[in-house]
């Protein structure tokens, strides 16, 4: 069974912080380099950051020095720390695998609104 459950989003000041998780099936989240996503109104969805089964982890301009991802293997489940968040935060932030392909499942996503 595959499944992706994205948690922790909500609506936060400029400036504030928010902490995501997403747990995730085996199937899914052994072996495999994880990534957390975004999709803003009207956009593409585009790639906030990854990390490799060996906690390597990587990040796009736009989100470097504050944002963190990390992992638990134990749990299966990967987070995103959130820090200095900006209104062009706002998105549906999803995670899933970085081997993306027409057919790939994906969660339901969690709503960060940053917004005054």
């Known amino acids: 069974q595959v499944w992706l459950v994205e948690s922790g989003g909500g609506l936060v000041e400029p400036g504030g912080s928010l902490r995501l998780s997403c747990a995730a099936s085996r199937s899914i989240f052994n072996y495999n380099t994880m990534g957390w996503y975004r999709q803003a109104p009207e956009k593409e969805r585009e790639l906030v950051a990854t990390i490799t089964t060996d906690d390597r982890a990587d990040y796009e301009d736009f989100v470097k020095d504050r944002f963190t991802i990390s992992r638990d293997n134990t749990k299966a489940t990967v987070y995103l720390q959130m820090n200095s968040l900006k209104p062009e935060d706002t998105a549906v932030y999803y995670c899933?695998?970085?081997?993306?392909?027409?057919?790939?499942?994906w969660g339901q996503g969690t709503q960060v609104t940053v917004s005054s």
């Open positions: 899933n695998t970085n081997i993306l392909s027409p057919a790939t499942y």
